[in-house]
């Protein structure tokens, strides 16, 4: 896997991928080898061999493959976002205007397929809505901040699988954020400050003055300083054009002092002269877009699409994907060394977090058990409790129960003695009853014979 040619070869690809410029004829083979590693013996080729096409094919294989890119418009509603974005790429891309009544702000997102002669572009282009519409202004920039976190959490999760398709994985990281500043001519606004500096460890930030054509031309100049020292001040930092390919050192570095780009935006086409411009017409005259005595269009255009595109994807994956990555796996405890700096190999941490993990889970079991065992006793003991009450209640109702019988016995037995001395009484009232019966019916007999002989 480490054999000088493969050095060779990764040294070609990342020299075309990072634009170092090769000069491959006039590189000598014994400079290849010593940047392809040390110890590397540089061995001349007697002939052609074939492999300085490598370059080549890598530029067949990603044409043939296609591009993304992932613009996020950051700014206040009606700044010119989607206006810009229209300028930008040539084309029409939104159709309706955004809603603005939502209580907090929104991230919209678009996917479009772009062709630029043989070569495909699929352009992401994320909005923000109803951003700086709130009066509490507080957490405007949060859902931004989670949007940009979730396509990087997306990523590492497809990195992680291990069945990985990253070659066909439609990457949605956001490559670059355009910050629009409100034409003020003043100062930054909080907002601005904040968000910024949310964001800034997070995505390549190129600020730019919307609507510039709001601002004189001195006054730009000065609104240009200040913003400039504001982000300095702040702690804030923008995304600066790549000076160390010289190819491009030159122009990047003058473009940095432009920064932040004065911008207009308008897909309108005006004739000035006899060509047909866009443009953006008022009473008392044109701006023109592409003009750079008018606005940096150009220069945003320039350094944003022509030459620092590729800069800006690999940025996003180097720098801020990777600053993610790593908090992220820290966060899961990995590490590269351990204590002693020893480099810490994947299967150690993962034995390691395994091991941390059947601990707490057996720590866990224990203190469940633990807590299981107390119940239990306390439950007995409640039921003891329960038991030995049910039982002196029991006995209680026994001995009530029993009072009870007895004085209900003795009642029987005094109804008893009422009821037979009550029989006895009536047995001689009854016997006395007749006998007066009897006494009366011989003396009304007697009566009666004294009544008829009397007649
Ligand atoms: P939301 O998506 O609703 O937040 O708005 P936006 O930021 O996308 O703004 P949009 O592009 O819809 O433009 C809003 C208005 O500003 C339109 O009337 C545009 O014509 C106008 N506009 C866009 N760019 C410029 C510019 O550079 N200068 C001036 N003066 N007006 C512009
Ligand atoms: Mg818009």
């Given at each position: 896997?480490?054999?000088?040619?493969?050095?060779?070869?990764?040294?070609?690809?990342?020299?075309?991928?990072?634009?170092?410029?090769?000069?491959?004829?006039?590189?000598?083979?014994?400079?290849?080898?010593?940047?392809?590693?040390?110890?590397?013996?540089?061995?001349?080729?007697?002939?052609?061999?074939?492999?300085d096409?490598?370059?080549?094919?890598?530029?067949?294989?990603?044409?043939?493959?296609?591009?993304?890119?992932?613009?996020l418009?950051?700014?206040?509603?009606?700044?010119?976002?989607?206006?810009?974005?229209?300028?930008?790429f040539?084309?029409?891309?939104?159709?309706?205007?955004?809603?603005?009544?939502?209580?907090?702000?929104?991230?919209?997102?678009?996917?479009?397929?772009?062709?630029?002669?043989?070569?495909?572009?699929?352009?992401?282009?994320?909005?923000?809505?109803?951003?700086?519409d709130?009066?509490?202004?507080?957490?405007?920039?949060?859902?931004?901040?989670?949007?940009?976190?979730?396509?990087?959490?997306?990523?590492?999760?497809?990195?992680l699988?291990?069945?990985?398709?990253?070659?066909?994985?439609?990457?949605?990281?956001?490559?670059?954020?355009?910050?629009?500043?409100?034409?003020?001519?003043?100062?930054?606004?909080?907002?601005?400050?904040?968000?910024?500096?949310?964001?800034?460890?997070?995505?390549?930030?190129?600020?730019?003055?919307?609507?510039?054509?709001?601002?004189?031309?001195?006054?730009?100049?000065?609104?240009?300083?200040?913003?400039?020292?504001?982000?300095?001040?702040?702690?804030?930092?923008?995304?600066?054009?790549?000076?160390?390919?010289?190819?491009?050192?030159?122009?990047?570095?003058?473009?940095?002092?432009?920064l932040?780009?004065?911008?207009?935006?308008?897909?309108?086409?005006?004739?000035?002269?006899?060509?047909?411009?866009?443009?953006?017409?008022?009473?008392?005259?044109?701006?023109?877009?592409?003009?750079?005595?008018?606005?940096?269009?150009?220069?945003?255009?320039?350094?944003?699409?022509?030459?620092?595109?590729?800069?800006?994807?690999?940025?996003?994956?180097?720098?801020?994907?990777?600053?993610?990555?790593?908090?992220?796996?820290?966060?899961?405890g990995?590490?590269?060394?351990?204590?002693?700096?020893?480099?810490?190999?994947?299967?150690?941490?993962?034995?390691?977090?395994?091991?941390?993990?059947?601990?707490?889970?057996?720590?866990?079991?224990?203190?469940?058990?633990?807590?299981?065992?107390?119940?239990?006793?306390?439950?007995?003991?409640e039921?003891?409790?329960?038991?030995?009450?049910?039982?002196?209640?029991?006995?209680?109702?026994?001995?009530?129960?029993?009072?009870?019988?007895?004085?209900?016995?003795?009642?029987?037995?005094?109804?008893?003695?009422?009821?037979?001395?009550?029989?006895?009484?009536?047995?001689?009232?009854?016997l006395?009853?007749?006998?007066?019966?009897?006494?009366?019916?011989?003396?009304?007999?007697?009566?009666?014979?004294?009544?008829?002989?009397?007649?």
């Open positions: 896997m480490n054999s000088p040619l493969v050095s060779l070869l990764r040294l070609v690809l990342c020299s075309f991928l990072f634009r170092v410029p090769i000069r491959r004829e006039t590189m000598a083979a014994t400079e290849i080898a010593r940047q392809a590693g040390e110890g590397a013996r540089a061995v001349p080729l007697a002939g052609h061999v074939g492999f096409s490598m370059p080549d094919q890598l530029v067949n294989k990603s044409v043939s493959h296609g591009f993304c890119f992932n613009i418009c950051v700014g206040e509603t009606g700044l010119g976002k989607s206006t810009l974005m229209d300028t930008l040539n084309t029409k891309f939104e159709g309706e205007p955004m809603q603005h009544n939502q209580p907090g702000v929104q991230l919209k997102s678009n996917t479009y397929e772009l062709q630029e002669s043989n070569v495909r572009l699929k352009l992401n282009v994320v909005n923000t809505v109803g951003f700086g709130q009066i509490n202004k507080e957490d405007s920039y949060k859902p931004i901040v989670e949007f940009i976190d979730t396509q990087f959490e997306a990523y590492l999760q497809e990195e699988k291990i069945k990985r398709t990253l070659h066909s994985y439609h990457d949605t990281r956001i490559h670059t954020c355009l910050y629009f500043i409100s034409p003020t001519g003043h100062s930054l606004k909080s907002l601005d400050l904040v968000t910024m500096k949310k964001l800034d460890s997070k995505v390549n930030i190129i600020p730019i003055i919307a609507k510039s054509d709001a601002i004189s031309k001195s006054e730009l100049t000065k609104f240009k300083i200040k913003i400039t020292s504001e982000l300095v001040s702040n702690g804030v930092q923008i995304y600066q054009f790549p000076t160390d390919d010289e190819t491009v050192a030159e122009i990047n570095s003058t473009m940095n002092g432009h932040p780009f004065a911008v207009v935006g308008s897909t309108e086409e005006v004739k000035i002269g006899n060509k047909m411009v866009r443009a953006r017409q008022y009473p008392w005259g044109t701006v023109q877009v592409e003009n750079e005595n008018h606005c940096d269009f150009v220069k945003l255009r320039e350094m944003l699409i022509r030459v620092n595109m590729e800069d800006l994807r690999e940025q996003t994956h180097t720098r801020h994907y990777e600053l993610y990555r790593r908090c992220k796996l820290e966060e899961m990995f590490k590269d060394t351990d204590p002693d700096s020893k480099p810490f190999s994947l299967q150690e941490t993962y034995e390691a977090k395994r091991n941390e993990f059947m601990g707490e889970l057996q720590k866990k079991e224990e203190e469940m058990r633990q807590m299981f065992v107390q119940r239990v006793k306390e439950k007995e003991a039921l003891k409790e329960a038991e030995k009450e049910l039982h002196e209640k029991f006995d209680r109702l026994k001995k009530l129960h029993q009072d009870e019988k007895k004085k209900l016995e003795d009642k029987k037995k005094s109804l008893d003695d009422e009821l037979n001395t009550f029989k006895q009484k009536k047995t001689a009232a009854e006395l009853q007749s006998q007066a019966q009897q006494a009366g019916g011989s003396t009304t007999l007697k009566r009666d014979k004294e009544r008829k002989n009397f007649f």
